[in-house]
């Protein structure tokens, strides 16, 4: 029973355009979500994350948006540069919890 | 800045025999995870420790087992390794009660199991 759902392995996006991954959650227990990003051979590194409080946090050409009712964040990168060209992982994680559940993650391809 | 270590970055080994993966923090972090990642799969949880002596099972422990005998080490052991544990293993760390807040991660082990 997957609680954060990554619906698309992977994803193509021409450089200088927006790349737009999406997450979906099942858990309405969960208040705080993250975006990993890792490279072939190396450990996750954080991204951003938002607090349930909000529905919305910008880091420089990073933003990631929550909609609650629908259980459902995305992430989005402008521009896209071909460094972003790796695995983004979506995670969450319930207050009463030091866990983080991750979803299985998405394979972004920034194309030249 | 919070640094994860683990002790080898790639680790051939035959079946049956026993594999010990070691990982270290130095930020004084009291939660420590393991998880192996597979294509398809993403990641997935084994065994984490809130503490010194403390272990809980996470999603997949059939075939693990862990120790935590000093709180900056956190070490996974596979007692008969197999095939189908062939996979990227990663160690990561973070503060008590930091609910949602960040993990930091090692490099991980390669584990190629023959």
């Known amino acids: 029973d997957q609680q954060v759902k990554q619906n698309s392995p992977s994803l193509s996006v021409q450089e200088g355009r927006i790349s737009i991954l999406n997450c979906d959650y099942t858990?309405?227990?969960?208040?705080?979500f993250l975006w990993y990003k890792k490279y072939p051979a190396e450990g996750p590194t954080f991204l951003i994350s938002?607090?349930?409080?909000?529905d919305k946090n910008e880091d420089g050409r990073f933003t990631v948006f929550l909609n609650k009712s629908a259980k459902h964040l995305s992430l989005h990168i402008v521009p896209s540069q071909p460094g972003d060209s790796a695995v983004y992982f979506c995670a969450a994680s319930d207050w009463r919890d030091d866990k983080i559940i991750f979803g299985k993650g998405t394979r972004l391809h920034i194309l030249p | 800045d919070v640094k994860v270590t683990q002790s080898s970055r790639y680790l051939v080994k035959r079946t049956g025999e026993k594999v010990f993966l070691e990982c270290v923090q130095d930020?004084?972090?009291?939660?420590m995870f393991w998880y192996r990642q597979d294509p398809g799969l993403g990641l997935r949880l084994i065994y984490f420790?809130?503490?010194?002596?403390?272990?809980e099972k996470g999603d997949i422990p059939e075939g693990y087992s862990v120790s935590r005998e000093k709180k900056e080490r956190f070490s996974l052991i596979l007692e008969s390794a197999s095939t189908n544990q062939t996979s990227m293993y990663l160690c990561?760390?973070?503060?008590?009660?930091?609910?949602?807040?960040?993990?930091?991660f090692g490099p991980g082990t390669r584990l190629t199991v023959l």
């Open positions: 938002i607090s349930s409080i909000k």
């Open positions: 990561a760390s973070s503060l008590m009660g930091s609910s949602g807040g960040e993990q930091f």
């Open positions: 420790s809130y503490d010194v002596k403390m272990k």
């Open positions: 930020m004084d972090h009291e939660n």
């Open positions: 858990n309405s227990m969960f208040d705080y």
